[in-house]
């Protein structure tokens, strides 16, 4: 349980210290790639080359950490990334079998740091302070040591929030230090467990608090063992984001980074990797997306596109344009089935490039517009603005939708014409009167995703079809059904809109 409230000191080779920031970055990234599997040690084993940089507490792991921090100053994409993959990392330690020894060991590294910090505030060597009895803080139910409660938070009352959470950490590591409540805080604890409590100022629980988790007293939180390590977590992420606001507010920090030219080579590597990382990852969500779709393959692939996106599709080719929400969501569903962010500026790049018919709605170029498409692609892979990761619709929010937009990724099974729907299904379908007389009999009494899952059936000639629930899923399981030398026609075009 390392709190890095210390900064490092000392000497270290410069590839020393590429590498421990190098392997911390990559195993967060690795991390995340893998984040279906939940054994933290599993994970640490795939970066077993340079496993010192990940050893809690050692060396290397706080010049790590500590040039992570600055890292998050230099480069705000990676910023938000960073701060999680730090909590996360943390929670994983907690959460990781620990020798009981060896966690009273770094609860005492915590209490003298923090006794540094406060300075005269050391209650091991000054008998003006808490006094020795510090750790009967936490009792068995029923027994509360009011005396050295009442002494700490008559100290608190006129400390800082940062001085609060300081001297909240100091309690918990003192009764951590306590063999018999560190063994059962690390082996016999359970979600419900209420045999220990600690009780601190409210305010460095809030997330407790507002979960409800805590008993209130006064002003003070009662936390019970069960969840001191969600407590340990909010105080270790209030400690992180206070030494990075600290960092980003002093001047020489960022002269530091700008002067030192090994240090900005050492970022712009690290922040190259992590851009194709996030370009390369933003498609992986799916596990049957593992083939990238280059941009001039998408009328190739469009076979498999179900109808609502095959319309926007064919749109898009015919005039060379689409309305916003429909190159957004089109965009989305693109990037989920395996176009990668570079493929995706060819693509866009290739059609907003040509003059678009007078019927188009939009009358941008990607001559006038190239960075404003440029960034917009960006942000939906995460990379501008927010970077939130963002998912194409499913299907049951493209039918919600539909009764507020005009959009032309809508269903085509709930248009109300059945010309509509007929010219947005595949000529496969579409000229064969027995197949689309089954189409148009079926929906009237289904809905509309048991009418698309239908159409699959009858477009593939098979039985059994893969369930689906989104545009991606359908799209998938086209793949699964298609085989080569055996693909379904393309769709048929429909001007767009309700008619």
């Avoid at 400390?159 to 918990?172: E, I, P, S, V």
């Avoid at 190259?272 to 990382?277: G, H, R, V």
Wanted: positive net charge.
């Amino acid at each position: 349980m390392n709190f890095y409230l210390k900064s490092p000191y000392g000497s270290l080779y410069l590839d020393n210290l590429e590498r421990c920031l190098k392997t911390r970055v990559s195993f967060f990234m690795h991390r995340q790639q893998n984040a279906d599997c939940t054994s933290f040690p599993q994970l640490k084993n795939e970066v077993t080359k340079n496993f010192d940089c990940l050893v809690m507490g050692s060396s290397y792991d706080i010049v790590g950490h500590f040039m992570l921090r600055l890292l998050t100053i230099y480069s705000s994409e990676m910023k938000d990334f960073l701060i999680q993959s730090e909590i996360d990392l943390f929670k994983s330690r907690l959460d990781e079998e620990i020798v009981p020894s060896q966690f009273i060991q770094s609860c005492r590294i915590t209490s003298r740091h923090i006794d540094n910090i406060l300075g005269i505030w050391n209650t091991e060597r000054s008998s003006e302070t808490l006094g020795s009895n510090e750790e009967n803080v936490v009792h068995r139910q029923n027994i509360i040591g009011k005396t050295n409660q009442k002494i700490l938070y008559k100290r608190l009352k006129h400390q800082d929030l940062f001085q609060m959470y300081l001297l909240t950490l100091r309690l918990f590591c003192k009764s951590l230090r306590v063999p018999q409540v560190v063994q059962h805080f690390l082996q016999c604890c359970n979600d419900k467990c209420a045999s220990y409590h600690i009780t601190v100022p409210f305010q460095t629980c809030l997330n407790l608090v507002s979960k409800r988790k805590i008993h209130l007293i006064k002003g003070k939180a009662k936390i019970f063992c069960c969840n001191w390590k969600e407590a340990l977590v909010e105080i270790f992420e209030y400690f992180f984001l206070h030494h990075i606001l600290e960092l980003r507010s002093n001047a020489f920090t960022n002269n530091y980074i700008q002067d030192d030219l090994r240090m900005i080579h050492l970022f712009k590597e690290i922040k190259l990797s992590y851009i194709m990382f996030r370009s390369a990852d933003s498609f992986s969500d799916n596990e049957q997306s593992v083939k990238i779709i280059k941009f001039d393959q998408v009328d190739k692939e469009s076979v498999n596109f179900p109808p609502c996106i095959a319309n926007v599709h064919t749109i898009l080719r015919r005039i060379h344009r689409l309305k916003h929400n429909d190159r957004f969501y089109f965009s989305l569903f693109l990037k989920n089935i395996g176009m990668t962010l570079n493929e995706s500026i060819l693509f866009w790049k290739a059609e907003y490039s040509q003059v678009s018919c007078c019927s188009s709605v939009c009358s941008h170029s990607w001559q006038k517009n190239e960075r404003k498409y440029i960034y917009g692609i960006r942000h939906l892979y995460g990379l501008e603005g927010s970077r939130k990761r963002y998912s194409p619709p499913d299907c049951q929010t493209i039918q919600s939708n539909m009764h507020v937009s005009n959009l032309d990724h809508s269903c085509p099974f709930l248009y109300p014409n059945d010309d509509a729907l007929i010219q947005s299904l595949s000529p496969k379908v579409a000229t064969d009167p027995n197949k689309m007389d089954a189409v148009l009999n079926f929906r009237q009494n289904h809905t509309p995703l048991e009418s698309c899952r239908f159409y699959m059936s009858l477009l593939t000639e098979r039985e059994g079809v893969p369930g689906f629930e989104s545009p991606t899923g359908y799209y998938f399981g086209m793949k699964s059904l298609t085989h080569a030398g055996n693909e379904p026609a393309l769709h048929g075009e429909r001007s767009g809109g309700f008619t």
